[in-house]
């Protein structure tokens, strides 16, 4: 069995100040509800993430779970919410002017 899949996300970050990334080269393996993957993220850097998974309204899932890479701490929590191939997440700014904000992204894969 290979549970491993390329994608590539392309985002909007709304309700944040600082200047990110919008392109997400991102490589995942997904094992029954559970995820694991890696991906260049919003800060210009690898981020690695576990998590799982869960069906939730109108054919959506719901992943949660933990994930590095980010300036702000050694490991983050991670939601999102994906329908098709569009998801939303929420988003956090660290720093002196800390900031709420969200992320709305397309996300195809890559065969």
């Known amino acids: 069995m290979n549970c491993l899949s390329f994608f590539l996300a392309l985002t909007l970050h709304a309700g944040l100040e600082g200047s990110y990334n ?5 490589a995942r393996c997904d094992v029954d509800n559970t995820v694991y993957g890696v991906y ?3 800060e210009d850097s690898i981020s690695a993430y576990a998590g799982q998974k869960y069906k939730i309204f109108f054919d959506s899932e719901l ?3 933990l994930v590095s890479g ?6 983050v929590p991670m939601a999102r919410v994906k ?5 939303v997440a929420p988003a956090y700014e660290f720093g002196p002017n800390s900031n709420w904000g ?6 195809f894969k890559l065969e």
Do not use: M, R
């Open 22 to 26: 919008n392109v997400h080269p991102h």
């Open 40 to 42: 260049y993220n919003s």
């Open 63 to 65: 992943e949660v779970g």
């Open 70 to 75: 980010y300036s702000g701490a050694p490991l």
């Open 83 to 87: 329908k098709d191939n569009w998801f």
């Open 102 to 107: 969200i992320t709305f992204g397309y996300e």
